[in-house]
């Protein structure tokens, strides 16, 4: 247990600050609420699972070997950032209402592959965390399944604050300033992916 305490707090450190996941998270949870983001919120904890064990199985030394890679991933990431950005801003100018649907589970997953801080955290988790007196296997499962576990209820908070602020967001100018003040922190992320 005292080898797993250090490990859970990184998990739920990295995965409860503020981040690309936890702005879109709070952006769903206000316009569609908690439901209607879970499936999103689950995506994020597949794709992330699927990261951690592939960078604790080794693609994270092929990835920290070839900088492109690095450079390459940073603005895939920043540029995805910026047009979910430009959307939600976009929806605001256009409509007082919501965004046309939430994401789903795909996007949530998929996402996780062009997100710097998921990659950090990954490599981190594989370069820092594995047990070494595991089989390589079971050393990358427990360290995923444990980052999984400590994400779920980091991430969901971001999401239930977005519900919590829902009765604030009904006025549709106050819903247009979240919308902005979102998509901003969305670009503000992508341009520091860029630095």
């Known amino acids: 247990m005292s080898e797993l305490l250090p490990l859970m707090s990184y998990c739920l450190l990295m995965s409860g600050t503020p981040g690309p996941n936890n702005v879109m998270l709070t952006t769903s949870g206000a316009h569609f609420g908690y439901r209607a983001t879970l499936p999103q919120i689950l995506g994020i904890l597949m794709g992330g699972f699927v990261l951690t064990m592939a960078c604790c199985l080794g693609l994270g030394q092929l990835f920290l070997a070839w ?13 995805y950032l910026l047009y979910l950005a430009w959307k939600l801003s976009g929806s605001t100018l256009a409509q007082a209402g919501a ?6 589970f795909r996007h949530g997953a998929l996402f996780q592959f062009v997100n710097p801080k998921n990659w950090i955290k990954a490599v981190t988790l594989a370069s820092v965390f594995m047990p070494a007196g595991l089989p390589p296997l079971s050393a990358a499962l427990l360290v995923a ?9 980091a991430i969901s908070m971001w999401a239930l604050f977005g519900v919590a602020i829902r009765r604030l967001l ?13 998509a901003g922190s969305l ?8 630095r």
């Open 187 to 194: 670009a503000v992320l992508a341009f520091s992916f860029l």
């Open 170 to 182: 009904e006025r549709p100018a106050v819903m247009r300033g979240f919308n902005l003040v979102m």
């Open 67 to 79: 900088p492109l890679a690095q450079q390459g991933l940073r603005i895939g990431g920043a540029l």
């Open 145 to 153: 399944l444990v980052s999984t576990l400590m994400g779920f209820p």
């Open 99 to 104: 965004l046309p649907r939430p994401l789903g």
